[in-house]
């Protein structure tokens, strides 16, 4: 079973960037497709971004132009690189599998957008 450990997140002022990586123990080429998910207090779970095998990638409406996500199969590492950040992105960010598998979730990593 591939585990998932985020890392990444931290206090940012609105307008400025974080990049968060999540590396897997196993192998994520087998995985298929990737995504990065996050979860806001007092909110579902939503979906963030998701990047194929192959490296195609879709976005939620809301990050769209601000969020970039990739993966480095040989380094068994996928990648969130965001800028603009807004306060409304504040919240924990996980990845998994897409779509999610329940054995999958880690931890998470903190995101906090505040002046």
């Known amino acids: 079973q591939v585990q998932l450990v985020e890392s990444g997140g931290g206090l940012v002022q609105p307008g400025g960037s974080l990049r968060l990586s999540c590396a897997a123990s196993g192998s994520i080429f087998s995985i298929g497709a990737m995504g990065w998910y996050r979860q806001a207090p007092g909110k579902q779970r939503e979906l963030v971004a998701v990047v194929t095998s192959g490296g195609s990638t879709n976005y939620v409406d809301s990050v769209k132009g601000r969020f970039t996500i990739s993966r480095d199969n040989a380094k068994n590492t996928v990648y969130l690189g965001m800028n603009s950040l807004k306060p409304e992105d504040t919240a924990v960010y996980y990845c998994?599998?897409?779509?999610?598998?329940?054995?999958?979730w880690g931890k998470g990593t903190l995101v906090t957008v505040s002046s």
């Open positions: 998994n599998r897409y779509p999610s598998r329940e054995n999958y």
